[in-house]
Every structure is written in C-alpha cells, then in structure tokens.
C-alpha cells in the first residue's frame, strides 16, 4: 500500500472510503482503495473546459511544451520505484516489468517533448511566379483516449505526450481495472506544470458510456484507443457519425517463426521474453509459433526447459517472472481454449498442476494444427500453440492467414529469406532475430483488423495534428 498512500502521486483522487469505483490487486484480491466516477454531464464539463483551455496550451511555443514535459519525464523517473509498486499492486505483472514499463512510458514524454519542437511544415514550389505556398501544422483540438489494463502507464503516455506536444487537449479513460496509475502519472504532470484542464482522467459509470461521449461529443476531435478489434469496429462505427478522427491499435495474433537454419537457442531465448511478458497479456506477444519440421522436437524441447525455469506469483516475490492473469474470466477463457485445443488433437509438452486464484501455469502445445481455434484467436495469456511447417511457402500462408496483422517475428540466418519473409508478412511490425521490437523512436500500429494509425516515432505527433495549406497569390 505504500504507493498509494502516497499522496504526492494519487493525491485527493484514491479514497479508503467506500464509494466510486474499487480497485482490486489481482493476485491477492485485496481491495487497493476507490476512484472517483464521472456522471455523462460532470465528463461533458471537463471536455468543455478542455475545449476552453485547449486555446491558450495551443499558444504556447513548442519549446515552451517541451520544457513542461521534460519535467513531467523528470518527475516519472524520480518516482518511479512508487509508481512500478503501485503498477505491480493494481495489474499484477512483476515489479522488474512494472519498472520497464515506467521507464518504457516516461520514454515517449521525452520523445516528444523533443517532438514539440519539430512540427515543421514545409514550402512547395509554386506553379506561377506569382504565387507562394506552404503547409503549416496545427492542433486537432480536443483529444481522448480509451486505454487497456495490460500497461496502464506505457498506453497513456505514448497517447498523451504526443498530444499535448502537438498542443491539443487531451482526456483519457483508463480501464476501470487499473485506473490507479492514470491519476498518479496525471498527478505528475500537475506537478510538472500541465494545467488541470489540459490533461484529465476520467472513469465513467460503464466503459460503454463513456466511449459513447468520447465519440459523439461535437468538441472532441480526436479519438485514440487501444483495445481488441471487437471494441474497435464498435467506436470505429460510432466515430463515423460525426467523421471523428480515429487511431486504433487493436488486437493481434501474432507468428513467431522459426526456420530450420536460425539459432535455436536464440529463438527461445525470443520465444520465452516475446510469450510470456506480462503473462502473455500483451497484444503483439507471440500467439502461435510456427517451427520448420527439422527442428520441431529440438525447439519444443529446449522451450520447454527454459519455461519450467519461470516462476509463477505474486509480482512483488523476488524472483517471479509470470504474475496472475487479471480476472478470473480471463483465466476461464484461456483453460477452455486449451481444452479444445487438446480436444481436436494437440498435447500438452508438460503436465502442470492446477493454479488457485487467478494464477496459470505457462502451458506449451504440440502437435497444433492450422485449422485449430486456438491458431484463430488471440489467447492473450501464458499459452504457446507449436505448429509445424515444411517450407516457406506453406509458412507464409499459414502466418497470413488472419484478420489480424499486428506483429510478426521470425528467426533465420539467411538473408535473403530475411528481405523475402519480411516484405511478404502482412503485419505492421516484423521482429526479425529480436522480439522486443517495441521503441518510442519506432513507429507502433497495425494492417488489417489491428487498427489505423501510428504511435511513437515522429509519426505519432502527425496524428493530433491537422495539415493546413496556405496559397499567397499577387506577389
């Protein structure tokens, strides 16, 4: 409890009194406190008052932005040890993540603050002397963002530092799951100089309700989520009315590719950090694993050796690696994809014991065929379907072979299959020999049924911005 009772980081917003919303620790059940929940009118306001404030941040000259930002990223690292505890408390994930994840989420503040500096337009040659013309780039306006459970600092701030550099207004719904390091991490940035109006959390009486406001309110402009691709044709859909505009990193169903001439030892090590981070509660995590023929039992083998090394538990034990899935439903859906994947032909490479709580064994599969529900759906967990391949070309289908096209990873010592595999897989990040591929210089996003839009990289500003051209004629 001592993150949150740290009334430098959670301030007034987190109460010990029952009323609001209550927060749980997924790996204990504890209650962890209350935050407070919005009526539709009391969300209404704030996006009015963002709407008004949102004129004067505008103003201010992108060094300006930049410096407030740059204390915001300050601000983070100095506290970051409470708020991975409080990351760990509220999502369960180990602290050695939660700290990667502070520090993967304060990268993108200082990115863009740089950033805010660079919104650079540009001079066009005219087609007459008498005319000169150029672009400039400016603010949407009013920005929102609906962000996930799995990385409840990470999601916010590579959706709010590019905004606010941009010089919108910006409001963020985090999930009613872990809404406890939204208000901390908006402490911070109080702290650092962003005024009140400028950036707001806020947590409504349904998720429904408040992705309804987000998407029909006529001051909003820009809409941001991260979520499943369900959740995403439904906002996508609501957008439409009002030609809302969108970015939407949706769901994935990643291949993890290995090749018959990559370093087995390698892929695993790729396998284990790409599957299991996080419990597998991750949407460009490996999903289903594709080994050429020749060295299947060679790959299971070895996999299998290093995942009984990984220790399942409370994220704040020294030494675990895998902590709790985050609800008890989201335990049941994974035991039944399991279930019916052994029930149309697969096995299980080791027998596990069955886990109290909201705990699973990290559970590996051989034997996966292509045409297997398990191979269709995102399992979002600590479960890895093994399928063998027998040359490139089958590979390559089978890989393709989704709505999905999130990211892919692959493992070869070729390179000419490298630029041949890469260029054919249909997916908007290829970790090719590396499975942590994600970077706030890199641009993140989706083909496909996983979204629109990019995050990070200088392209993630681009995304709060409007282009304006301006044409100056009798000169």
Known sequence: MHAINNKSLVSFM???????????????????????????????????????????????????????????????????????????????KPLAESK???????????????????????????????????????????????????FPIAMITRKAAPALAAGCSFIVKPSELTPLSAFAIAELAYQAGVPQDILQVVVGNSAEEVGRIFTSHPLIRKLSFTGSTRVGRILMRQSAEGIKRTSLELGGNAPFIVFDDADIDAA?????????????????CANRFYVHSKVYDEFIAKFDTAVNQLKLGNGLEEGVNIGPLITPQAKQN????????????????????PQKGQFLLPVILRDVTQSMDIVSQEIFGPVAPVIAFENEQQLIGMANDTIHGLAAYFFT????????????????????NDSMISSEVAPFGGIKQSGIGREGARQGMDEYMDIKYLCFGGL
């Open 413 to 432: 010592n070729n390179i000419s299959r490298v630029w041949k595999v890469a260029e054919a897989l249909e997916y908007g990040m290829v970790g090719i």
């Open 334 to 353: 994974i035991e039944a994809l399991i279930e019916s994947a052994l029930k149309q032909g697969a096995k299980k490479v080791s027998t596990q014991k």
């Open 14 to 92: 987190v109460s010990d009194r029952e009323e609001g919303l209550a927060v749980y620790n997924p790996a204990t059940q504890e209650l962890l406190g209350y935050v407070p929940v919005s009526t539709e009118q009391e969300i209404s306001d704030k996006v009015s008052r963002a709407h008004s404030a949102q004129k004067d941040w505008s103003k201010l000259a992108g060094k300006q932005r930049s410096e407030i930002l740059q204390r915001w990223f300050q601000l983070i690292i100095e506290y970051q040890n409470d708020l991975a505890h409080l990351l760990t408390l509220e999502q369960g």
């Open 268 to 284: 695993v090590e790729g396998a284990i950090a790409s599957k299991f981070r996080n419990a597998g509660q991750t949407c460009i």
């Open 100 to 150: 990667a994840e502070v520090f993967y989420g304060a990268s993108f503040i200082e990115w863009f603050a740089e950033e805010a500096k660079r919104s650079y337009g540009e001079t066009i040659p005219a087609p007459t002397p008498s005319k000169r013309m150029l672009t400039i780039k400016q603010p949407v306006g009013v920005a929102c963002a609906i962000t996930p459970w799995n």
